[in-house]
């Protein structure tokens, strides 16, 4: 439940148009809801700002389907992560959710809801080394956008022709936070972030040769970094990126 239903709760109650009793009915589900197989955390929106997300591997589709039906009771919009096709048709055969879940095949999400409109004049640019990285970077703006943030995507601009990202600067710098993803050798963080004044949150991918070793080449030279204001997250981890540059462009906005 997010502060803004819990507000309208409470002015119900106020003016009589809720009863007591019917207002605990609805707030008993704080601070989560038990399903025995899980524990639902129908709280952290009020916590964190937005509903706690699923992740979708290791859960059946009948799971996934009985937590998502608890938190869209509670939440305007939720997502489940790692999704796959299959999970995608068995809720668009939930009546409760037939008409409003939506899958994002590259990102492998799942919204129930519907995308808010951007919060912030604030861009998130997200950028990839190559093609093969959009499917995480994908998955980094689907989770921007959830949140409420204004994502752009500037993708293929690898250091291997760095002429294509030089091309985008005026993008670079317009942006209020940069996610960067990449494999391989993982340059392409360090590049951007020794252009730009913003922060920028680096996504090593599993994506590469042998001695690229699945991505940890990549994650250890972003770890190595020397330019300054960039953060790393973990291999493949569009979500993780996602998710702190939407907080970051929502905080910087709320300050000026």
Known sequence: MDAERIKQLLEAVKSGRTGVEEAMEQLKSLPYQDLGFVKVD????????????????????????????????????????????????????????ADKVEY???????LVGKKPEPQTQGVVLVLTGGTADIPVAEEAAVTAEAMGSRVERLYDVGVAGLHRLLYNRDRLLAANVLVVVAGMEGALPSVVGGLVDKPVIAVPTSVGYGASLHGLSALLAMLNSCAPGLAVVNIDNGFGAGYLASLINQMTKEKQ
């Open 42 to 97: 129908t709280h952290r929106s009020l916590r964190k700002g937005f509903p706690e997300v699923v992740f979708c591997p290791g859960k059946s589709p009948e799971q996934i389907k009985e937590i998502l039906l608890n938190l869209t009771a509670v939440n305007p919009v939720v997502l489940a992560m790692r999704a796959t096709e299959q999970m995608y048709q068995h809720l668009r055969g939930v009546p409760e959710m």
């Open 104 to 110: 994002y095949p590259e990102a492998r999400a799942i």
